[in-house]
């Protein structure tokens, strides 16, 4: 039996054959729209770039390997993905979220989808009886996010997937705050893992896409017929960058797990600080069920400064760290969830869910760790 490649092994080398032509190890950029048919219907594979590409297929075998999925599809943004996704379903189907969803995602549900038929209810799936109790027989999916997008909460993948198969849902779990290095969904029984690979993924900050990843060929001629219809496909250029980038993913999420756990910490022990939202701390209400279904805690942080005046200076202080949308860079980013990732969801539901005008995320970069406290600790001198 052949020998099963390691993580480290596989991100650096699955998917990836060295080019027929010249033998370069890099997958070539394949700048083209369309290939020479050989007769009508004889070709090597490809016929137009919206369907498919040699660089956007080395992309996707590559994210399959690591979610252990049989089949990935890379699109031109997250949101792309998700928006097809959804597309799976009719007007009348009915969809079960995490109530701290990321602000694209309740944006795309609420104010494009909803008018078009498709109904959506957030629900607290930290407590998997909320989901249970949700359940109507219209309902189709089940999107869940863990960590959420700013407070960090965690949802059981394993309960879950098991509720959704028992009930014949399709249970969907957006990744792309642990990624495939430090949490595998489809191992735990979802059927479908979402990543925006803008982040993590890449890891640069120079590049947007974004990826499906299949447990089984249940969805796939369905998915691959709305990728190709839809037209939100990856470009050549950006799943190349990304196939770059994720050659580092083990290395780097090590650095932001040690770099993260280290800056909670401090924010934990901070005078300024209320509460630090981040799943790698004891007194995380989660703490317990995500070490069970993760490998580590990943490099996203949230924190409450009480007030909206606190959060502006702390934001206007700060040096070594950028101010900026995003996450999931080499960089420390920081950002105002209210007024920034989760403007499009209304004040009380944000504040139902954490997200308070003083709250701050921060994406902790793989700089050197001094560097970092130091900036923080100067930029949170506010008396």
């Known amino acids: 039996m052949a020998h099963a490649m390691k993580f480290k092994t596989r ?47 080395a992309l996707e075998r590559n994210i399959a390997a690591l979610e252990n999925g049989t089949e990935a599809l890379a699109f031109a943004s997250g949101m792309a993905a998700i928006s097809t996704l959804f597309l799976l379903l009719k007007s009348g189907d009915h969809v079960i979220l995490s109530e701290n969803v990321y602000g694209g995602t309740y944006r795309v549900a609420r ?22 109790a949700a359940i109507e027989p219209s309902t189709r999916m089940v999107f869940i996010e863990t960590p959420t997008n700013p407070t960090m909460e965690i949802t059981d993948i394993r309960t879950a997937a098991r509720l959704c198969r028992r009930k014949g849902l399709t249970c969907v779990v957006d990744n792309t705050f642990a990624t495939p290095y430090l949490q595998s969904p489809l ?14 993924l890449n890891g640069h900050s120079d590049m947007l ?49 040690a770099n993260a756990l280290a800056v909670a910490r401090f924010l934990h022990g901070h005078r300024l600080v209320r509460r630090v939202h981040y799943p790698g701390l004891r007194e995380h209400p989660q703490h317990r069920l995500a070490r069970t279904q993760m490998r580590g805690f990943g490099g996203m942080i949230s924190f409450d400064l009480g007030t909206p005046a606190r959060a502006r200076t702390f934001l206007r202080r700060v040096r070594l760290c950028a101010l900026a949308e995003s996450l999931g860079g080499v960089e420390t980013l920081v950002s105002h969830p209210a007024s920034m990732t989760h403007a499009s969801v209304p004040p009380d539901l944000r504040r139902k869910i954490g ?28 008396r």
């Open 11 to 57: 991100v650096i080398h699955a998917g990836v054959e060295p080019d027929p032509s010249y033998g370069s190890i890099m997958t070539p950029v394949h700048l083209t729209s369309t290939y020479r048919q050989e007769a009508l219907g004889v070709n090597k594979g490809y016929e137009y770039a919206r369907v498919s590409n040699p660089t956007r297929t």
């Open 111 to 132: 104010l494009v989808l909803e008018p078009l038929g498709l109904r959506f209810s957030f629900v607290d799936t930290t407590d998997l009886r909320n989901l249970a």
């Open 187 to 200: 191992d735990l029984g979802a059927d479908i893992v979402v990543h925006s690979a803008t982040k993590y």
């Open 209 to 257: 896409g974004g990826v499906l990843v299949l447990r089984d060929r249940r969805h796939r001629e369905r998915l691959r017929f709305l990728q190709k219809s839809v037209g939100a496909v990856m470009s050549p250029f950006d799943a190349w960058m990304c196939l770059r980038g994720v050659k580092t993913l083990a290395v780097r999420m090590e650095r932001h797990n």
């Open 355 to 382: 997200v308070t005008d003083g709250l701050v995320r921060i994406s902790v970069g793989i700089e050197d760790i001094d560097d970092i406290l130091a900036d923080l600790r100067q930029a949170l001198s506010i």
